[in-house]
């Protein structure tokens, strides 16, 4: 069994793509992380999620392919202070033969509150012609499995 061929998750499962910390230098001069600390998290949640859905960073490297974001809205919530942990679960909205997109929650650990969400819409292209490509049937049938019935 190859890498991006593993198992889906239940579909109405969140699943926790990143954990952190907001650290001092994440606050801006108001005192509460910087917007771009929210997008750099939410990116490395993204590597992991997309992971989970079989685009491994080998998958991407043998088969010459990449994923690239073609639209992101992001709403801010509550602010994050220094010392604040976090927790970001993910899921997968829909899936098309060359498109997916996704959401991502930021959750205070502490509080439990939502403290930001994510959407994004990304497509696969082949890296070297940097043209849209397919997803293969193995990868879509897996994403597919891991799209949530949950009301965002």
């Known amino acids: 069994m190859k890498e991006h061929e593993l198992k889906s998750s239940a579909p109405s499962e969140r699943l926790v793509t990143a954990r952190g910390v907001?650290?001092?230098w994440h606050c801006d001069?108001?005192?509460h992380m910087n917007v771009m600390w929210y997008t750099g998290k939410f990116d490395e949640a993204t590597w992991h999620l997309l992971s989970h859905m079989g685009f491994t960073p080998s998958y991407l490297r043998?088969?010459?392919r990449a994923l690239v974001a073609v639209h992101q809205e992001t709403e801010y919530k509550r602010e994050l202070l220094a010392g604040d942990?976090?927790?970001i679960?993910?899921?997968?909205?829909?899936v098309r033969e060359k498109v997916v997109r996704f959401h991502h929650e930021m959750i205070n650990v502490e509080t439990q509150e939502v403290a930001a969400t994510t959407t994004l819409t990304g497509v696969q292209l082949n890296s070297e012609t940097r043209k849209t490509c397919q997803f293969p049937p193995?990868?879509?049938e897996r994403v597919r499995g891991l799209i949530a019935r949950v009301d965002i």
């Open 29 to 31: 001069h108001m005192g």
């Open 22 to 24: 907001v650290y001092p």
């Open 62 to 64: 043998n088969e010459k």
């Open 89 to 94: 679960r993910s899921w997968v909205l829909e």
């Open 85 to 87: 942990l976090i927790l």
């Open 138 to 140: 193995d990868i879509l």
